[in-house]
């Protein structure tokens, strides 16, 4: 019997009008090495890395049914007479922005649909960028070399925020007019430069007529671009240090293991990507998000009450209800008494949270490169401090809706007032204590009897052991 070979059959077809057009792009950009190094590019398989890629599908979609909105859209507060469909609100003297958003809601077909599911991926795409950072801190994925796109990342996550509140504020009715009006108070009452800035991003003093074609600047032009920026930056920065990891298998510091980009990612982040804008749709098909209609026309003489804002700004609004009414005077001035709560105490946080990369890195001088991700109780005071901040967020978030649940609750707003106040200074640090008290129970009984809390490399199951030739059992370093 006789070995048998392939040996590779050469032809003399002549190539297809694509392989010519792929070779004159080849021969001039030289990018064929580079496009087959993308589509070999390694991504883990666990869940958790495709919370990036769901928050930039929900970005996609944004843009889409933004797009469209932008068709029907008034940018302009000049007052009109409501002559649409709706019938409680005909003959009614509004703007042309809110008469705009009326037309879109009842008169243009599939208008409210697109309405609707536009405003709840905005909701998603905040919500999905939060968990995003928090599998990030909490494994400490921004250690080194990824501090730069920590701060991308988190620079990401205001500017979503801002962008979602200047949408919010576009349809000019009253619920979106008292939030425009609180984040104008807490702007003004910045100490000497608050009347210049809130003159610079309302137009003059509340309410102007300059405020809406500016928040629709801001909204749809301004810090759409500075997003797909930062996207970009961030996913450079991304490709040039590869995935990080979670241990175990055969994953280590210096590879990275999973699925080819080409094809097995691919189909998977296309499906993803369907299966997010079906989701979004679906609720938005069946769920109502900011019926305008019900709440009417801005009027700066009328308070909307009970007024909540979207989600990702309610612990902003808790922060100002909850806070005692304090104003002091330093240097002559006046503080009013909404500096603390509606900019000091977020202004804080949110440096914390931006630096915390250089301050563990200070606090544990661990400066080595890190490609492997830690479980949440290796590092204690990681976590604890993290697990302290949600629940501060929760507790502000709750005391954002206290006129809500005082009538739910049947008891008095005063009452919550004074329990979310407690709540916020003592529920944040019990949960610290508790976690940090979990993760150090649970990080004792992951290593070795004798050996240190901070030796994670001689945790169980982490160890590989070979027998000497006394009988006994020895170490092999990794």
């Given amino acids: 019997m006789t070995e048998r070979r392939d040996v590779p059959i050469t032809t003399h077809e002549r190539p297809t009008e694509l392989e010519r057009l792929v070779h004159w792009i080849d021969t001039r950009t030289a990018l064929a090495g580079v496009v087959r190094g993308a589509l070999r590019k ?34 302009s507060p000049a007052p009109v007479t409501y002559n ?20 879109l809601s009842f008169d243009v077909r599939a208008g409210l649909l697109m309405r609707q599911i536009h405003h709840w991926t905005a909701l998603v795409f905040v919500a999905v960028v939060v968990l995003h950072l928090c599998r990030i801190f909490f494994t400490g994925a921004f250690r080194r070399p990824r501090e730069l796109n920590w701060i ?11 962008d979602g509140f200047f949408g919010y504020s576009l349809p000019d009715d009253l619920l979106s007019g008292t939030g425009a009006r609180i984040a104008y108070s807490a702007v003004l009452s910045i100490p000497f430069i608050g009347p210049w800035l809130a003159s610079l991003v309302f137009g003059g003093e509340f309410p102007t007529m300059a405020l809406i074609p500016r928040f629709f600047v801001l909204h749809v032009l301004f810090l759409p671009g500075l997003i797909i920026g930062l996207i970009t930056v961030h996913l450079a920065l991304l490709v040039l240090h590869k995935h990080t990891q979670f241990r175990g298998g055969p994953a280590r510091e210096d590879n990275v293991v999973g699925r080819h980009f080409w094809p097995v990612q691919v189909f998977l982040s296309t499906g993803l990507f369907f299966l997010t804008a079906a989701l979004v749709s679906l609720i938005g098909g069946l769920f109502q998000v900011n019926p305008i209609w019900a709440y009417g026309p801005f009027n700066a003489a009328v308070v909307a009450s009970p007024a909540q804002p979207d989600w990702y700004l309610g612990w902003l609004d808790g922060s100002l209800r909850i806070f005692p009414p304090i104003e002091p005077t330093i240097l002559g001035i006046t503080i009013p008494s909404p500096f603390i709560p509606g900019v000091v105490i977020p202004t804080i946080l949110f440096t914390i949270a931006a630096l915390w990369p250089f301050l563990e890195q200070r606090a544990t001088h661990d400066d080595r490169e890190h490609h492997l991700l830690d479980a949440l109780w290796d590092h204690p005071v990681r976590t604890a401090t993290g697990a302290a901040g949600l629940a501060l967020f929760s507790v502000l978030t709750l005391a954002g809706g206290n006129d809500v649940l005082a009538y739910y609750l049947s008891t008095d707003v005063e009452t919550l007032t004074r329990l979310f106040q407690m709540l916020a200074l003592v529920l944040p640090l019990v949960v610290w204590f508790a976690t940090w008290r979990v993760c150090r129970a649970r990080l004792r009984r992951d290593v070795l009897p004798g050996a240190h809390v901070r030796d994670l490399r001689r945790r169980r199951g982490g160890v590989a052991l070979r027998r000497t030739p006394g009988g006994g059992f020895e170490e092999i370093e990794p």
């Avoid at 869940?47 to 990036?52: I, K, M, R, T, V």
């Avoid at 649409?84 to 037309?103: C, I, N, R, W």
């Avoid at 988190?154 to 801002?162: C, K, S």
């Fill in 42 to 75: 390694v991504f883990p398989e666990h869940w958790s890395f495709l919370l990036g890629e769901i928050a930039l599908f929900c970005f996609v979609i944004l843009v889409a049914t933004g797009t469209f909105l932008t068709f029907f859209y008034v940018a």
């Fill in 84 to 103: 649409g469909t709706y019938e409680p609100l005909k003959g009614s003297q509004v703007s042309a922005a809110f008469d705009s958003v009326m037309h």
């Fill in 152 to 162: 991308v990342g988190f620079t990401l996550l205001v500017l979503v925020i801002g």
